[in-house]
């Protein structure tokens, strides 16, 4: 396996990035190549671990969680981040969690559908610890 990446896999590994699902032969158009060529460098990408899957762009308003908030949490004690990671993998409405360094212990994403489930949440979470919430405003990020 030549395990060595070029500037047309990063050419293609872009396209992947703006649409994974986009055919290999249009990719193939662009970055002058045939289909099959194309369908073999991200095979290679695979196997090297540059690409390590595919996901979903999804509106979660759709699906009434339009509250989105960020979450620093300040734990009470160093003994407490067992406890806290075994309460985190049980909610569903944290989406994404970063231990982090500075001020805090842990950032979390939260989506909720109502202030009120946001509440109960930031109410779960007092006797690990404080907090600091942010509400978001999402912004769309064009490429």
Same mark, same amino acid.
């Given at each position: ?9 990063? @050419?293609? !590994?872009?396209c /992947?990035?703006?649409d994974?699902?986009?055919?290999? *032969?249009?990719?193939? &158009?662009?970055?002058? $190549? ?8 991200? @095979?290679? !990408?695979?196997? /090297? ?7 979903? *762009?999804?509106?979660? &308003?759709?699906l009434? $969680? ?14 407490r ?39 109960s ?23």
């Amino acid at each position: 396996m030549n395990e060595t990446i070029d500037d047309t896999d990063i @050419r293609i !590994l872009k396209c /992947l990035i703006r649409d994974s699902k986009r055919p290999h *032969k249009e990719i193939g &158009e662009e970055v002058h $190549l045939t289909g099959q060529a194309v369908g073999a460098r991200v @095979r290679k !990408l695979h196997d /090297l671990g540059v690409i390590e899957g595919y996901t979903v *762009k999804w509106n979660p &308003e759709r699906l009434g $969680l339009g509250l989105q908030a960020f979450v620093t949490i300040f734990l009470n004690s160093g003994d407490r981040h067992a406890a806290f990671r075994e309460f985190m993998a049980t909610r569903e409405d944290i989406v994404e969690v970063h231990r982090v360094s500075g001020e805090g212990c842990y950032l979390m994403r939260v989506r909720t559908e109502t202030m009120e489930q946001l509440g109960s949440l930031l109410e779960a979470i007092l006797p690990y610890g404080n907090y600091r919430m942010n509400l978001s405003v999402g912004i769309e990020k064009s490429e």
